[in-house]
């Protein structure tokens, strides 16, 4: 094993024990990191009204879109890291990190310089609300170039979960969601640059976050010393990069995408209320299914090092009490969703005709919780083996076949109107389900996919 002080055996030990430990310190790290969104869009609502939701709302989730392309690469890096951990094969490590580091630089350059050209046809495409439009174009030029320091992060995160140490990053996320609030409350509050002025609180916020990352890390004596000759571009890592890491982020990318068409969907029939409703949801969402997306990441994290060791057996144990442990969590969101609505959008300030709408959408869309378990424990089990392209198969079915030809459907073809947008949702997850229980039984996702022996 490599230097303990940033690595955890995973390959022994109690299962339960392993995936909780390890999920604790992802599970705050991600809280904390999801108070960035939150916190603009609160203190946006509080300052500048549903214009400010609606304008981070829309823009947001092209960023999004883009940032979980960056994780879905990353996570191919995990797993690869991760079995080479459990192989103790080290010097396949330090090539993965350089090769994985690389790599995300060069596509955030390239990501950004694109993007940069097609900001406002993305924005007409969206049907971005007028009142609301200069500040989600604010809001995305500002992200996009900042973009490298949140693809530096997610790098630096993903190498991390990889050697078993969820704990390190989380000092980090500590500082820079503290950095991101006060410097909301500055640019927002004092200085009134509304969406903007959230744009750039987050992307300082990051790019603290990523050095101070690196600076620990070179202090500690990481096992890779970020010196300019270190970083060398392996082809082998590359292709197993590509191969374990793009099916993921390609499905992310496609899942996202097809929330981002729900948007376009929801500002052409209900304008700067219903888009704000939904985002106040997507934003609950997003902070109620953080245990879940812990968990996920212990599982795939357990499995890629057992994998490496060749321990099948640990891996069939945490899939099924990581399994358990989604049920749980997904269980007390979903009443909370349909006990608590009215007082979810009255955390974001909501005004009384976002509510009326927001209340009709999240008791459509709670339904999600009901199917989600089987979706995200499994899907764990494809990333952790490498065989993300199933987890890719299940995604574009779930998302295009069902998500969206559902959702103009219920919309307009029934005149459910926003409702329908909340049933296609879980509708979608429950086939996404189906699919990912047939092929866990299948025993496909047992051929491995990182190359131990290369």
Known sequence: MADGKFTKDLTTGSVWRGLILFAIPLFISNLIQSVYSVADMMILGHFCGTEGISAVNTSSQVIVIITNLAMGIATGGTVMIGQFLGAGQMEKIKKSISTLLISLLVLAIVITTILLILT??????????????????????????????????NALSAIMRGLGDSKTPLLFVIIASITNIVLDFILIGVYEKGAAGAAY????????????????????????????????????????????????????????????I???????????????????????????????????????????????????????QATNCGLLLICIICAVIYTIANIFPEEIFH????????????????????FEYVFLPLNCAYNAVFTGTGNGWITLVINIVASFIVRIPLAYL??????????????????????GSVMALIFYLSGVWKKNKVELNA
Do not use: W
């Open 201 to 260: 609180a987050t992307i300082f916020s990051q790019a603290l976050s990523m050095l101070l990352c690196i600076i620990y890390l070179k202090s500690h004596n990481f096992m890779f010393d970020f010196k300019l000759k270190s970083f060398i571009f392996d082809s082998k890592c590359f292709k197993n990069l590509m191969e374990i890491g793009l099916p993921n982020g390609i499905q992310m990318v496609a899942t996202n995408f097809s929330f981002l």
């Open 347 to 366: 955390i974001f300030d909501a005004e009384p005709d976002v509510i009326t709408v927001g209340i009709i959408y999240i008791h459509a869309f709670a």
């Open 120 to 153: 406002k046809p993305m924005l007409d495409l969206l049907n971005t609300p007028s009142d609301s439009y200069e500040g989600a174009n604010d809001y995305l030029v500002i992200n996009l170039v900042g973009l490298i320091f949140v693809f530096g992060y």
């Open 410 to 431: 219920l919309t307009f073809g029934f005149d459910l109107g926003i409702k329908g947008i909340g049933y296609s949702i879980p509708a979608a997850t429950c086939v």
């Open 262 to 316: 729900l948007t376009g969907i929801i500002n052409d029939i209900g304008g700067d209320a219903a888009n704000a409703a939904s985002g106040i949801v997507n934003k609950f969402n997003g902070f109620a299914i953080l245990p879940c997306v812990a968990v996920m990441s212990s599982i795939s994290a357990m499995i890629s090092q057992n994998m490496g060791a060749r321990k099948e057996h640990r891996t069939k």
